[in-house]
């Protein structure tokens, strides 16, 4: 089973940016979908992207569209997610999951991600 490993969250003011990486030490991601996910205290998970392994597809949530890129380097065995123009609503811990769709093979940890000034 794929072991899912988040890192690059952080403290962000409005407007800034971060970039996430989802990577699986060990395993290779190269034929795996990855999505990105994310919940905030009290609310439910939402899911935020997905890419394909054959980066033919991407999603986005409505609330990150123009402003959350998804992407991978199959040589760095890592997704990334850049995020823009951070809003404090984008305050969640945030997780990478294969595949974008229940049933979920793997999740990652989480990595908390807080927009405030």
């Known amino acids: 089973q794929v072991q899912l490993v988040e890192s690059g969250g952080g403290l962000v003011q409005p407007g800034g940016s971060l970039r996430l990486s989802c990577t699986a030490p060990g395993f290779s991601l190269d034929d795996y979908t990855i999505g990105w996910f994310r919940q905030a205290p009290g609310e439910e998970r939402e899911g935020v992207s997905c890419i394909t392994s054959s980066v033919t597809s991407t999603y986005y949530a409505d609330s990150v569209k123009g402003r959350f890129t998804i992407s991978r380097d199959n040589a760095k065995n890592t997704v990334y997610l850049q995020m823009n123009s951070l809003k404090p609503e984008d305050t969640a811990v945030y997780y990478c999951?294969?595949?974008?769709?229940?049933?979920?093979?793997?999740w990652g940890q989480g990595t908390q991600v807080t927009v405030s000034s």
């Open positions: 999951a294969t595949p974008c769709i229940p049933p979920y093979d793997s």
